[in-house]
């Protein structure tokens, strides 16, 4: 069997040495100085990078924070657009105080304000005005124009459907009106 060049084995027959092998204690020292140096610069290479890391981190939080305030905000509009990219045409005024208004109906309910299936409109308003009479003025006239919208042939103007508009901000402002005194 041949060796390979380069390696040197020992061979079985020979005596082994029972030499010890030597500490050096100056590249020991050293090792052990690198190690510490290697271990502190971890640590202020992390507390860097944290400090580089932090400002567009919260910056693309705060964003974000503005931008989902602006769609909450126009929320309804959007809901609007979306509709009338499925029906394919622009809604009229009726369409937008008849959905308004549902929507409306669907935060009174999620209130306690409940509606039976037999009940009409009118009827469940003036049942709901005996639980909150401050809200008596502006379901009544949510309700006449809601029952224009849906009923009648004359249609909605632009100052009639900005008058809905104000009437739910109203019952919303006297809905809250209304949970902190029964609560």
Do not use: C
């Amino acid at each position: 069997m041949e060796a390979t060049p380069g390696f040197d084995m020992p061979k079985l027959t020979e005596a082994s040495t029972n030499k010890k092998p030597e500490l050096d204690i100056a590249s020991y020292d050293e090792t052990v100085t690198a190690n510490e140096a290697s271990k502190k610069g971890t640590k202020q290479t992390f507390s860097t990078g944290l400090v580089r890391i932090l400002p567009p981190v919260v910056a693309g939080l705060m964003l974000l924070g503005i931008i989902l305030l602006i769609l909450w905000r126009v929320r309804l509009y959007i809901r609007f657009m979306i509709i009338r990219l499925r029906t394919g045409k622009k809604m009229s005024s009726d369409e937008k105080v008849v959905i308004l208004t549902e929507q409306w109906l669907k935060q009174l309910h999620r209130k306690g304000f409940n509606r039976t299936t037999n009940e009409t409109l009118r009827e469940s308003i003036s049942r709901w005005e005996q639980n909150a009479p401050q809200m008596i003025l502006p379901l009544r006239q949510l309700l006449e124009l809601f029952e224009k919208a849906k009923y009648s042939p004359q249609s909605i103007s632009e100052t009639e459907w900005r008058l809905v508009q104000s009437l739910t901000r109203t019952l919303v402002v006297e809905l809250k009106k209304n949970e902190q005194n029964i609560a």
